[in-house]
């Protein structure tokens, strides 16, 4: 289980910045057949998140090379944080099946008491984690990679806000044209 942990870990990081790319998306395009747009956005999370999670495997990597007792610390560290992110997960990822599998009105109820909430509290739940895995770290190096982790987690969303802009359908094209917003200095 020792390398399953930073597998696990791995792969929520990457889900959970796929549910990004979908959520800076959501409710930025006027299209009434939104499946591609919200496919790509999907995907663009999807690459983000493997290269931030990438990024931070071969940080871990290559601490855990210079320091030999360092990866017995992160796994203690891990195990506290997937106490607080596996409950999340799957209440979101029951919520997702729930949306893509239901009519209009299901999904309507499962944005609305799953989703929707669940959006608003991630930053929370990622700051949680990163409080009871430094909390039960062993070591001071143990601490700083496991707040880092949690901290590269929490950018991803505001980077891949970074440069959406609300689109409007060209008339009867449909391709998109993005508005340009200017900013009082």
Known sequence: MNAGLPVLLALLAITDA????????AGRDARIFKADYYRAAIRRGMGRGLFTT???GAGIAGACLFSPGLFPQ???CARAILWVLLPYATLTLMGMGVWAAAEADVRTL???V???PFTLIRPWV???AAVVGAWKAPGFTAVLVTVAACGVQLALEPWLNAGMRPRLPVGGSGETVKHKV???S
């Open 18 to 25: 796929a549910f990004c790319g979908f959520r800076v998306a």
């Open 54 to 56: 990438a990024l931070v």
């Open 74 to 76: 992160l796994l203690v």
């Open 110 to 112: 499962a944005s609305v």
């Open 114 to 116: 799953v989703l929707g």
């Open 126 to 128: 990622i700051a949680t």
């Open 182 to 184: 200017t900013r009082a």
